[in-house]
C-alpha cells in the first residue's frame, strides 16, 4: 500500500492512494494523525477502504506533505556508502570507512514535501543534493533490539532528497546548521509499505538535476545496513512509530565535484529509488515574510 500526508484547508490529513486518488483517512478512522494511525497497527479498514471506496481527491491535485509529518526523532546517517566515504575523502581528507554510524538529527521545519520547492536561503549559495532511501518505523523498537529482529519494526519506506547547506555544515565540526535550513530536506512521493519492499538492501537509487544523473548506486553499497542502523540507535534510545531514519547519501554530490555544482532556482531535482517511486522538486530562493 502507498500512503500520503497533505494539506486541506491548512490542516494536515493522512490518506491511502488508490490508482491516481486518494482516500481520506483522516475523516473515516479515529486516528487523528498518521502517527496514531501507524501506531495503532490497524491496517485491516484499508483493504475494505480500498475495494469499496473511491478516491476523495486526485493525487496530482494535493498539496503534498512529507509522509509523515508528526514524526518525532528525524535520524539521518552520514559517510553511510562506500563511494560516498571515498569521494570526501578526495575531497577533504581524513575521511575513512566508519566502524560505527555517524548519526545527526534534523528537525521537523527543515522539511518539505513532494512537489514542493526546495527553498535556497539568501545566506548561502551552497545548495547540494543528497539522495537517499528513507525508513519509517512503525513499531516501537526496544533498547537493543538485534539486528534479526530490527526490520520487524519498519513500517515502510520513502525517498529523501536531504539537500543541505555545505558552507554551513562545515561552519564548525558540528552538521547541524548545514543540514536543518528550512524547507530543504524533500520527502516522498509517498510512503511504500515494507511488505512491498522485500530487501531494502537491493533498491537502485538515482538522483537527477534537471534530468542528467548526478548520482547512481544501490542500496548494497551502504556501510550500515537498514537493521543495522536500527539496532545500533535502539543502544542508546527506543525508537517509537513514526520515527524516520535517513540512510546516507552516494558518491556523486555537488560539494565533491570539480567544478562544484550546486542547486540554484529554477532546477528540477529527482530521486527514484526502485519498488518506491520519484521524489521531483523545483529549487526556488525563499522569500522571506512570503
Known sequence: MKFVSYSIDGEAHYGV????????????LPYRNFVEFIASGDDHPIQELLESEHGDYLYENLRLLPVVPEAGKILCIGLNYHDHVAEADRKLGGRETPTKPMVFARFAESLTGHREPIRRPRVSHQLDWEAELLVVIGTRVPRYTSTGRALEHVYGYSVMNEACLRDYQFHTRQLTPGKNFENTGAIGPWLVTADEIPDPQNLDIEMRLNGEVMQSSNTADMVFSVAQLIAYISEWLPLN?????ATGTMGGVGFARDPQIFMKPG???EVSISGIGTLRNRVEDEVIGA
Open 17 to 28: 492512494l488508490k490508482d491516481r486518488s486518494v482516500i481520506d483517512l483522516t475523516s473515516r
Open 267 to 269: 532546477d528540477t531535482a
Open 241 to 245: 512509530p513514526g520515527d524516520l531514519i
